[in-house]
């Protein structure tokens, strides 16, 4: 979607092994995807492109500054690669093995024909490891009809890269271009429906994680809300790990996105569970207004972007100590949450939390995080949904009840104080395009 878009617009003027195959889950293949050097323990974040004018070591260092842990699309530069390193930045290398993309979808179901699996050893072969390379790059949102041959891709390139995992990005919901009709969709999916694409992914490619991306600002957030259900439901039910890029750039030039769109789309993600977030774009790759412009200066969304990162790196502590298994819409109108399959709630229950809502009318995304190992306990994380554009944000005061553990609650700032009244109720402020965790230790 990305380059099809960049094109559309040019014309028009991301270690722990690998997770365990769910019980549950059904016949799956087994999952060959590896961590590799990328420490998947941690909420991971990355960015798109870094391109040659933004390589210097200042910059690769305000890369880092950025809260940036690694880059999709970097090509095999090694001296930006050693400067990669030294500052344990990562890198998802393009061009090492043959490219592949989607696009437009006439080229559906046609990789095992372009490019037999000895082109792959082949180009294993002429490869010269390096440390800061995390991830080899195999294609971009390809059609489902190119998924029984990615099985063999992926496990041959984990065969023969024996340091890196192999990284397959797929299409969101709208099937690269929102304006697209119900013919150019079954095109570039190679299947009728979005829910069928990711299905066809689950039981053909052996990965660990499902990528995709979404850039909310051009297609709203009622698609955005039934791209991540839909997403986030496949790997809870596989066992996968969920990674999501998200805008930090926009395709119309006079608008910039704002630090609070930044952190509703972040926190959206995590409240579905998401356990990488990455970034488009950092420098020159599709649109505008990107992170370092075509000078290599920083804009306006360098600081933004620190200061969000730094939240998302401040929580993730917490956050990745817990996965999630479901999400709940509360105080949603049913246009917002269509088509998601899901209904919205005046508050949200559970074992633990009950009667979660906030003072005054404010929806809120709820995920049911549940403890990776028996201390963790269980927890919620809370996106507030209010504002997804940033037009009114506004503060509320978030209520609930709990259990007899000992409740605390994180946002991107660290830990925040919770006020339990003499009715038993739990209180704290949020604010709009806030996340935030509350835990109940055992």
């Known amino acids: 979607m990305k380059r099809f878009l960049f094109l559309i617009t040019a014309l028009a003027a991301l270690g722990c092994s690998s997770a365990p195959k769910d019980n549950n889950a059904g016949t799956q293949n087994d999952y060959v995807t590896k961590a590799g050097r990328m420490d998947r323990s941690r909420l991971n974040i990355g960015v798109y492109h870094l391109r040659p004018y933004a390589r210097t070591e200042a910059h690769i260092k305000d890369l880092a500054d950025c809260g940036i842990d690694f880059v999709i699309c970097m090509d095999n530069d090694r001296q930006a690669l050693d400067l990669f390193s030294k500052y344990n930045v990562g890198a998802i290398v393009s061009g090492i093995v043959p490219g592949w993309w989607g696009g437009d979808g006439d080229n559906a179901g046609k990789l095992a024909e372009s490019t037999p699996l000895h082109k792959y050893e082949e180009a294993a072969a002429q490869f010269n490891d390096h440390p800061a390379i995390w991830g080899i790059d195999i294609g971009d949102e390809p059609s489902a009809l190119d998924f029984p041959y990615y099985k063999d891709v992926m496990t041959k390139v984990e065969e023969v890269f024996p ?5 397959l990005n797929l299409y969101p919901n709208y099937a690269s271009v929102s304006q697209n009709t119900a013919d150019q969709t079954k095109s570039q999916l190679g299947t009728a429906t979005y829910s069928e694409y990711i299905d066809e992914y689950c039981k053909n490619v052996p990965s660990d994680y499902i990528s995709y991306d979404f850039y909310y600002k051009n297609v709203g957030v009622t698609k955005d809300y039934q791209n991540l259900k839909t997403v986030a439901d ?11 890029t998200v805008q930090v750039n926009s395709q119309n030039p006079d608008v910039w996105i704002t630090e609070n769109e930044l952190r509703f789309q972040a926190y959206s993600a995590l409240a579905f569970g998401a356990e990488s977030v990455t970034w488009a774009c950092y420098t020159a790759g599709w649109w505008n207004n990107q992170v370092v412009d075509e000078d290599g200066n920083k804009t306006r969304q360098y600081e933004k972007l620190k200061r969000v990162n730094a939240e998302l790196h401040a929580i993730g502590g917490e956050y990745m100590r817990y996965r999630c ?14 088509g998601t399959g899901a209904e919205s709630v ?4 559970d074992e633990t939390f009950k009667e979660l809502h906030t003072t005054g009318e404010c929806p809120l995304l709820v995920g049911r995080m549940e403890g990776r190992t028996r201390k963790a306990g269980n927890a ?10 940033d037009k009114s944000p506004a503060t509320y005061t978030l209520q609930f009840r709990a259990g007899k553990g000992k409740i605390s609650a994180y946002d991107g700032n660290g830990k925040i104080p919770v006020k339990k009244n003499s009715d038993g109720v739990y209180e704290c402020s949020v604010a709009s395009s806030q996340g935030i965790l509350i835990e109940s230790s055992r």
């Open 380 to 389: 919620v994380f809370v996106c507030v949904a209010d504002d997804p554009f």
């Open 325 to 338: 298994k479901g999400t709940s819409f509360v105080g949603f109108d049913e246009e917002t949450i269509a």
């Open 346 to 349: 005046n508050e949200y229950s």
């Open 234 to 244: 496949a790997c809870q039910a596989t066992g996968r790990s969920m990674w999501v």
């Open 163 to 167: 340091n890196q995992f192999a990284f």
